[in-house]
């Protein structure tokens, strides 16, 4: 499926191709939180990074989190990168060079009208704050951390790959 994607102060447009085009990814991480912009958690999508074009490139950066790890409390630079306006600030898409293929564009900076999920998985809600209220409806899967399925391995499971 082609989504086409923009930031808020339209400098940025993209286009990309993806297989897994159905937000049902919630992620409460204080990562996602506080760059997402949204209720306290942020949706990604799986796109084909190969197929990205951008217009607008010259308005786009780059931030890359600094991760701690609670146990050893030693912090390091986290690989993945996430693209956002430099005007506006809208969160774009996530790239991580672990897996470079793929891309993750935000469900809130893509334009084309998205499928609806027939089922949703919470994850990193161990990291919810109190204020978010998770919308966990019959179905759903949750996860204190990483969930046990990809996003590709989701669409799999329900029969929902674009072609």
Known sequence: MKLEGSCSCGAISFVVESQHPYPFNICYCSICRKTGGGGGYAINLGADAESLIVNGEDSRSVYQ????????????????????CKHC???LWLWDPRWPELLHPF????????????ERTHLMLAYKEPW???????????FDEYPDESIAEWHTRLGLNAG
């Not at 989190?65 to 956002?84: C, G, K, Q, V, Y």
């Not at 469900?107 to 027939?118: F, N, R, W, Y």
């Open 132 to 142: 978010v209220k998770a919308d966990i409806a019959d179905g759903d899967k949750t």
């Open 107 to 118: 469900a809130s900076a893509i334009d084309t009208a998205l499928p609806l999920a027939p």
């Open 65 to 84: 989190a600094t991760i701690t790890d609670p146990a050893t409390n030693n912090a390091e630079l986290s690989p993945a990168e996430r693209s956002f």
């Open 89 to 91: 600030g809208s969160a």
